[in-house]
């Protein structure tokens, strides 16, 4: 999940890679630089997204490219992940999702990285041009070497959580990461420390995005609920983008306080709330510890009777 999501930030790379080169077109056909970037870089997506059509497989069993044995090893996979939960359809898993406080507290979470997620991709050239680069084509190279640096911690943030079991610790590692980024913004008044806050800010944000959605569906049972769940996870989180296209404006330029300042919140909204999550999950994994047997202890039918208790289920335990 982590590698997926990296490819928002190799697009944040490229992106100012390909906008310094497709910018040169500027004035072709009449059309100017920036409609050109969106021609060119829309097509080659629309043609990814043809060929992913044919490419891309729904199941193992029509998966082409595995052989009998693969295919067999792969459901296999698949039904240890599911720990004998319900995997059928039913509008009450849906219910279960809206219902759960569990999931509305990741909504949160979200809202809190997203918000400066959508801020930092839509804005950083404009942050960078206030720094004294008058050049855009300047600004827009100069936005590259973030989006690498926040594709490395992308990636190795995800390594690092799965090899210790653990995604809340590092949730709050990236927000404090973040949130210092942004200080450095609204605090310095050097060009050379606000462009290394544009750094830390892209090191926090991004590996907090797949951290957050594969905490919250670690911490989801059964598979429809989990599929609401994360929906409603990301598709709150989505609203950040309605919110950051409102905060840094032209008149707030050079410092934008009030845009830096609305980050600084935000994140550390989501701070706190990680924190939250983090000890409670740890207090209740604890009582289930107590109150039952461990979940390698529970035979196939003894799970089979909880599967539509979802994660409530006795040998269900969270990912702190």
């Keep these: 999940?982590?590698?997926?999501?990296?490819?928002?930030?190799?697009?944040?790379?490229?992106?100012?890679?390909l906008a310094r080169g497709i910018v040169e077109l500027d004035g072709r056909a009449n059309l100017g630089g920036w409609a050109w970037i969106f021609i060119i870089e829309g097509i080659i997506t629309f043609?990814?997204?043809?060929?992913?059509?044919?490419?891309?497989n729904d199941y193992p069993d029509t998966a082409k490219f595995l052989t009998a044995t693969e295919k067999k090893e792969v459901i296999r996979r698949l039904e240890e992940d599911r720990s004998s939960l319900a995997d059928e359809f039913h509008l009450k898993y849906f219910w279960d999702?809206?219902?759960d406080w569990k999931i509305w507290v990741h909504m949160f979470i979200t809202i809190g990285i997203y918000t400066p997620l959508y801020s930092f991709s839509l804005f950083l050239p404009t942050i960078i041009s206030s720094l004294g680069f008058t050049n855009d084509k300047t600004a827009q190279?100069?936005?590259?070497?973030?989006?690498?640096?926040?594709?490395?911690?992308?990636?190795?943030?995800?390594?690092l959580a799965d090899r210790n079991g653990q995604r809340g610790i590092y949730m709050i590692f990236f927000n404090c990461v973040a949130i210092f980024g942004f200080i450095l913004q609204i605090a310095s008044s050097s060009n050379?420390?606000?462009?290394?806050?544009?750094?830390?800010?892209?090191?926090?944000?991004?590996p907090n995005v797949p951290q957050g959605v594969a905490w919250n569906g670690n911490n989801i049972g059964g598979s429809t609920k989990r599929g609401v769940g994360i929906a409603m996870h990301v598709g709150f989180g989505n609203l950040g983008g309605v919110?950051?296209?409102?905060?840094?404006?032209?008149?707030?330029k050079p410092m934008y306080y009030p845009g830096h300042g609305t980050l600084i919140a935000?994140?550390?909204m989501s701070l706190v709330l990680c924190v939250f999550m983090t000890l409670y999950l740890r207090r209740e994994n604890a009582r289930r510890d107590r109150e039952h047997k461990p979940p390698s202890a529970y035979t196939t039918e003894e799970r089979l009777l909880e599967r539509e208790r979802g994660d409530n289920a006795s040998y269900f335990r969270y990912t702190i």
């Design 192 to 206: 050379a420390l606000k462009y290394a806050g544009t750094f830390f800010a892209a090191m926090g944000i991004y």
């Design 266 to 268: 935000t994140e550390t």
């Design 141 to 159: 190279l100069m936005t590259v070497p973030p989006y690498i640096a926040a594709c490395i911690c992308c990636i190795g943030g995800g390594y």
């Design 47 to 56: 043609i990814v997204a043809i060929a992913a059509f044919f490419i891309m």
């Design 243 to 252: 919110i950051a296209g409102f905060l840094y404006q032209a008149k707030d």
């Design 97 to 99: 999702a809206v219902k």
């Design 1 to 17: 999940m982590a590698i997926f999501f990296s490819a928002a930030t190799a697009a944040g790379a490229f992106g100012g890679l």
